[in-house]
C-alpha cells in the first residue's frame, strides 16, 4: 500500500500525456502536419520541446551522476559553447533552412551540391541518431530494475537484469510508437511541453528536500571540490611545455577550452544539422521565432544543468551522512554514481511527489524517443523511401509511410536499446554522460563539415569532395579517439593501430570540432558544379 498512490500517479501521467498524442491524430493528415505541425507551432511550445530534448533522461540522472562524481560544477563549463553555437545556428542555419522550405534537412545539400551528399548525410544521421537514442533509450529503465533490485529480489544475477531491462524498454516504445505514429510532431511537441513543466517541478523539489536535509546552501558550498568551475586543463606530466599542456586538456573531459571551443561545434552539429533537433526549430510560425526559441533554450540550460549538477552534490553530503548499504555499486566495489539519484527518488522521496519524478523521468524517456521516431522516419522516408519506392500522389499515401517508417524505426531502436542495456548489465560502472555523448562524436563532425561548406562558400563543395571528407574525417576522430584500440581489446584482436606515445586521446567533447575541420578542410577544395551554383542561397 505505501506504493499505492506512486501507482496512481504514474498511471494517470501516463493517461494524459498519452491523451494528448492522440488528441492530434486530426491535425497530423498531410506530410508538412505530420512532420512540421503546418508550422504553426507556438514559439514557446518549441522552446519547451527543446528543453525537454536536451533534458533527456539520461541527463536527469547522468548530470547529478556527475555532480555525485565529481562535486563541482565544470560541466556548466560547456553551457558556454552551447550557447554561442545557437547564436550562429539561429543566424544561419535556421534561416537557410525556412529560405528553402526544406522538410528534411538534408534536402538542403541536395539542392547545394546534389543527391549522393544529401543521401550520404541523411544516412550518417539515420545510423547515428538510432545508435544514440537507442543506447539513451534504455536510462530510464535503471530506475524500473533498481526498483526491482531494492524491492523484490536485491540477488538479481546480470542475465535477469537484462530481461529486466528488456520487458521496460519493449513497453516504452510500443506506448509511445502509439501515439507518434498517429499524432505526428504535434503529439511529440505538445506532450513535452507537459513533461516540461513535470521535470522542472522535480527537480525543484529534490533540491528543495535536500538542501532542506543537508545544511542548505552552506554544506552544498563547503563540499565543492577545485576546481569549483572554470578548469583550464591541466599539464602532462610526461610532456613538458607547450604540447604537454595541450594534450593534457585533449584528454580531459570539461575544461574552459572544452567549452568555447568543443562544445561549440558539439551543438553546432546537434542544433544544425541533426533532424532529431532542427525538425522541432522548423515547426515554428516564422524564422524568427525559431531562432528566438533556440537562443533562449541556451540560456535556460544554465539553471537548469546548475540545478541538476547542485542535486548531484547534494546527494554525495546526503549519503556521507546517511550511510546506505544498499546503495548500488560498480564492478569496482565503489558507489554507481548514475544509480545514486535513481535511489534517492525510490527510497527517501515522499509519496506521490516520489510517483510524480518516476513518471516525468519515464514520459522524458517517451518524449526523446518520441522525437527520434518523427526525425527518423521524415529523414528516411523523404530521403530514401520516396527515391527508392516512388512518392504516393496523396497526402494521405504519404502519411501512411511516414507511419510505417515510424513503426520501423521503433523496432530498430528496441534492438539498440537492448544491445545497450546488456553492456549496462554486464559493465555497470559506464557513465551515462559519455556514452550518449560519444556517440554523436564520430560521425557528426563529417555533418557539420559539409554543411559549413555548404552554408558558407559560395561554390566549393560536391558530391565526390564531400564524400571524401566525410570519411576521412570520420576515420581521423576514430584514430583520435582511440576507438580501433577500443574495439581491438573488446574483439581481442590486439591493441589497434600504433599510435606514438606524444598523440593525445582525445576526450568526447574534441570529437567533433576535429570531424568538422578534416571534413571541411578536403571538401572545401573541390568545385561546385556550374548546374548548382544557380540553387545556392547564402544564409543570413
Known amino acids: 500500500m505505501a506504493y499505492l498512490f506512486d501507482a ?4 494517470a501521467y501516463f493517461g494524459l500525456i498519452i491523451g494528448i498524442g492522440l ?3 486530426s491535425k497530423s493528415n498531410s506530410m508538412e502536419g505530420f512532420t512540421l505541425g503546418d508550422r504553426q507551432i507556438a514559439w514557446w511550445a518549441v522552446l519547451a520541446s527543446i528543453l525537454a530534448a536536451e533534458i533527456s533522461a539520461g541527463t536527469f540522472f547522468g548530470a547529478p551522476g556527475e555532480g ?3 562535486r563541482n560544477y565544470t560541466y556548466i563549463q560547456l553551457m558556454a559553447g552551447y550557447l554561442l553555437a545557437r547564436l550562429v545556428v539561429s543566424a544561419f542555419f535556421i534561416p537557410a533552412y525556412y529560405r528553402h522550405g526544406v522538410v528534411s534537412v538534408y534536402e538542403f545539400l541536395g539542392i547545394r551540391f546534389g543527391p549522393l551528399t544529401r543521401r550520404w548525410a541523411s544516412g550518417i544521421f539515420l545510423v547515428t541518431r538510432l545508435l544514440a537514442s537507442g543506447s539513451r ?3 530510464p529503465t535503471v530506475l524500473l530494475v533498481l526498483g526491482w533490485k531494492l524491492f523484490v529480489n536485491p540477488d538479481t544475477t546480470p542475465m535477469q537484469e537484462f530481461w529486466l531491462y528488456a520487458a521496460a524498454l519493449v513497453a516504452i516504445t510500443i506506448l509511445t510508437a502509439i501515439y507518434t505514429t498517429l499524432g505526428g510532431i504535434r503529439a511529440v511537441i505538445w506532450t513535452d511541453v507537459i513533461q516540461i513543466v513535470v521535470l522542472f517541478s522535480a527537480l525543484g523539489f529534490a533540491l528543495y528536500y535536500l538542501l532542506s536535509h543537508t545544511g542548505g546552501w552552506a554544506a552544498l558550498d563547503s563540499a565543492i571540490q577545485d576546481p569549483a568551475l572554470i578548469d583550464w586543463g591541466k599539464q602532462d606530466p610526461a610532456f613538458p611545455g607547450a604540447w604537454g599542456r595541450i594534450k593534457g586538456i585533449l584528454e580531459t573531459e570539461y575544461t574552459m577550452w572544452a567549452a568555447f571551443l568543443g562544445s561549440t561545434f558539439v551543438t553546432l552539429a546537434t542544433h544544425g544539422t541533426d533532424q ?3 525538425q522541432r526549430m522548423l515547426t515554428a510560425k516564422n524564422k524568427r521565432q525559431s531562432g528566438f526559441a533556440t537562443i533562449l533554450s541556451g540560456i535556460c540550460d544554465i539553471p537548469v544543468n546548475f540545478m541538476v549538477l547542485s542535486i548531484g552534490i547534494l546527494l554525495y553530503i546526503y549519503f556521507q551522512e546517511n550511510p546506505s548499504e544498499l546503495l548500488p555499486k560498480n564492478a569496482k566495489g565503489s558507489i554507481d554514481s548514475s544509480q545514486v539519484f535513481p535511489y534517492f527518488i525510490l527510497n527517501v522521496m515522499p509519496q506521490g511527489l516520489r510517483g510524480l519524478v518516476v513518471a516525468g523521468v519515464l514520459a522524458t524517456a517517451m518524449g526523446s524517443l518520441s522525437t527520434a521516431l518523427n526525425s527518423l522516419a521524415t529523414s528516411y522516408v523523404r530521403d530514401f523511401h520516396f527515391r527508392w519506392f516512388g512518392e504516393p500522389a496523396t497526402d494521405a499515401g504519404k502519411v501512411r509511410v511516414l507511419r510505417f517508417g515510424t513503426v520501423l524505426f521503433a ?7 537492448l544491445g545497450t542495456a546488456w553492456v549496462k548489465a554486464h559493465n555497470p560502472s559506464l557513465r ?11 560521425t557528426y563532425g563529417s555533418l557539420l563539415g559539409v554543411f559549413m561548406v555548404g552554408l558558407f562558400t559560395k561554390a566549393r563543395g560536391n558530391d565526390l569532395g564531400n564524400g571524401l571528407g566525410m570519411l576521412a574525417g570520420f576515420l581521423v576522430v576514430a584514430y583520435l579517439s582511440g576507438l580501433d584500440q577500443g574495439l581491438a581489446a573488446t574483439l581481442s584482436l590486439g591493441e589497434g593501430i600504433p599510435r606514438p606515445d606524444w598523440m593525445p586521446v582525445i576526450e568526447f567533447p574534441w570529437r567533433i570540432l576535429f570531424g568538422t575541420v578534416v571534413t571541411f578542410s578536403i571538401a572545401v577544395l573541390f568545385k561546385t558544379p556550374m548546374d548548382k551554383l544557380s540553387h545556392h542561397k547564402m544564409g543570413r
Do not use: N
Not at 411 to 417: C, F, S, W
Open 276 to 278: 532529431d533537433m532542427v
Open 432 to 442: 551515462i554522460i559519455p556514452i550518449i555523448l560519444g556517440v554523436f562524436g564520430y
Open 68 to 70: 555525485y562524481a565529481l
Open 23 to 25: 488528441s492530434q491524430r
Open 411 to 417: 523496432v530498430l531502436l528496441i534492438g539498440v536499446a
Open 8 to 11: 496512481v500517479v504514474i498511471i
Open 137 to 139: 533509450l534504455w536510462v
